[in-house]
C-alpha cells in the first residue's frame, strides 16, 4: 500500500513492488493476477484501515463533540509524511477519475461509510441537544463536506490534495465546521 501511496498506481512499477515487499516477482504474480489486482487490495485495505479507525473514534466514551473533535484531528493532523501524500483515495480519484469501476467503487464506499459514522454521532449529538436540529445529520455533513470542498478548491486544505473528491471523511477541517454542529448555531 505505502509505494502505491507514495507513488500513484501508473508510477508505480512492478519492481518497485518487488523492492518495497521483498517479495520476488514470480511469487508476486502467483498472488495478485497483476500490478492492478494488488493496487485494488491495497486500496480495499486502505479503506477498511480508515472506515475501522473512524469507527474507533466514534465509539468512545465522550461527547459526539468531543467525538466530532478527534475525527477532525486525527484525520487532518497527521505526521508531515502522511500530509505529503495525502489521502489515497482522494490521489485515487485523481489519478483514475470516474473511469475505472472498480477504484471509483471502493472509494465510494469509503465516502458512504465515513457518512453513516458520522451522521450516527451527529445524531447523538442532537438527542443530546448539543448539535442543532435545525438540519438532519445528513444535511450537516452535507454542509461540512460543501465547506471543506470550498476551502479545498480555494487552496486552504493543506496536505489533502483532491480530499473533496475523497468524501466525508476530512470535512472536519476547522472552527467554522464545528460551529455547524452547535446547538446554538
Known amino acids: 500500500m505505502e509505494v502505491f501511496w507514495r507513488k500513484g498506481f501508473k508510477s508505480t512499477s512492478f519492481d518497485d513492488l518487488t523492492r518495497t515487499t521483498g517479495v520476488k516477482k514470480q511469487s508476486l504474480y502467483c498472488a495478485f493476477e497483476d500490478k492492478r489486482a ?8 486502505y479503506r477498511e484501515q480508515s472506515i475501522a479507525a473512524l469507527e474507533e473514534l466514534a465509539s468512545q466514551e465522550v461527547s459526539p463533540l468531543k467525538k466530532l473533535e478527534a475525527i477532525r484531528d486525527v484525520t487532518l493532523c497527521q505526521d508531515s509524511e502522511t500530509n505529503r501524500r495525502g489521502c489515497l483515495m482522494a490521489n485515487s480519484a485523481l489519478e483514475f477519475g470516474t473511469d475505472d ?13 465515513a457518512e453513516q459514522i458520522l451522521e ?16 438532519t445529520s445528513k444535511e450537516l455533513v452535507c454542509l461540512s463536506e460543501q465547506r471543506y470542498a470550498w476551502r479545498e478548491n480555494h487552496g486552504e486544505v493543506r496536505g489533502f490534495p483532491g480530499a ?8 472536519f477541517c476547522d472552527a467554522f465546521t464545528l460551529n455547524l454542529f452547535l446547538r446554538n448555531f
Do not use: N
Not at 494488488?38 to 485495505?45: E, N, R
Open 38 to 45: 494488488l493496487f485494488l487490495k491495497a486500496l480495499a485495505l
Open 101 to 113: 469501476e472498480e477504484v471509483k467503487r471502493e472509494i465510494e464506499m469509503m465516502c458512504a461509510d
Open 120 to 135: 450516527k454521532v451527529i445524531r447523538s449529538g442532537q438527542e443530546q441537544q448539543l448539535i442543532t436540529t435545525r438540519h
Open 164 to 171: 473533496d473528491r475523497c468524501g466525508l471523511a476530512y470535512v
